[in-house]
Antibody, heavy 118, light 107 residues
Framework: EVQLEESGGGLLQPGRSLRLSCTVS????????WSWARQAPGKGLEWVGF??????????EYAASVRGRFIISRDDSNSIAYLQMNSLKTEDTAIYYC?????????WGQGTPVTVSS | EIVLTQSPDFQSVTPKEKVTITCRAS??????LHWYQQKPGQSPKLLIK???QSISGVSSRFSGSGSGTDFTLSINSLEAEDAAVYYC?????????FGPGTKVDIK
């Protein structure tokens, strides 16, 4: 059974940093592109970014709203994708989902909540 | 950025009726359009990939059509369990974008 499990969410003040993790099991992690999406309270889905596999140089793409503040990385040996979030803003408050991008999002985690508030 | 618009925003439907949701892209995206279902408190679930391709394990009552800029998700013979928000998503160009969602309610 394929599982994606996000962790690391929490409550923090604007300007702080947070790293989210996505631990994947049941699939060959290194073969795929892994993505993050988010959903603000009561709002729709927003794509955050993704990281391609080693074959594609582990290159990344980001939404304009997070580019320069968020960094996606991966640890293929442990099947984990990371989302490093810096200079957090109140508008970054959301549930953050880890997904597999093929390029449609066919696998989703349960999400981890991030609240940015003073 | 490619903007996706969906209509209607909300639809209240009687069981066994057919539901049609449209998604329009601000520019030609070929068939790079995918549909998701999100029930309250749950993660989204992929329903249709590349505009019309079915997904293993997804009910055959869900179907998609369209290409270019205009796309449709159809739900035949609506069931109570289909109450959800439905989103379209384009993977034609970066940044990937989602439509605003269509909420389907059961009367």
């Amino acid at each position: 059974e394929v599982q994606l499990e996000e962790s690391g969410g929490g409550l923090l003040q604007p300007g702080r940093s947070l790293r989210l993790s996505c631990t994947v099991s049941g699939v060959t992690f290194g073969d795929y592109t892994w993505s993050w999406a988010r959903q603000a309270p009561g709002k729709g889905l927003e794509w955050v970014g993704f990281i391609r596999g080693k074959v594609y140089g582990e290159t990344t793409e980001y939404a304009a709203s997070v580019r320069g503040r968020f960094i996606i990385s991966r640890d293929d040996s442990n099947s984990i994708a990371y989302l490093q979030m810096n200079s957090l803003k109140t508008e970054d408050t959301a549930i953050y989902y880890c997904t597999r991008a093929t390029p449609y999002f066919d696998l989703w985690g349960q999400g981890t909540p991030v609240t940015v508030s003073s | 950025e490619i903007v996706l618009t969906q209509s209607p925003d909300f639809q209240s439907v009687t069981p066994k009726e057919k539901v049609t949701i449209t998604c329009r892209a601000s520019q030609n995206i070929g068939s790079n359009l995918h549909w998701y279902q999100q029930k309250p408190g749950q993660s989204p679930k992929l329903l249709i990939k590349f505009a019309s391709q079915s997904i293993s394990g997804v009910s055959s009552r869900f179907s998609g059509s369209g290409s270019g800029t205009d796309f449709t998700l159809s739900i035949n013979s609506l069931e109570a369990e289909d109450a959800a928000v439905y989103y379209c998503h384009q993977s034609s160009s970066f940044p990937f974008t989602f439509g605003p969602g269509t909420k389907v309610d059961i009367k």
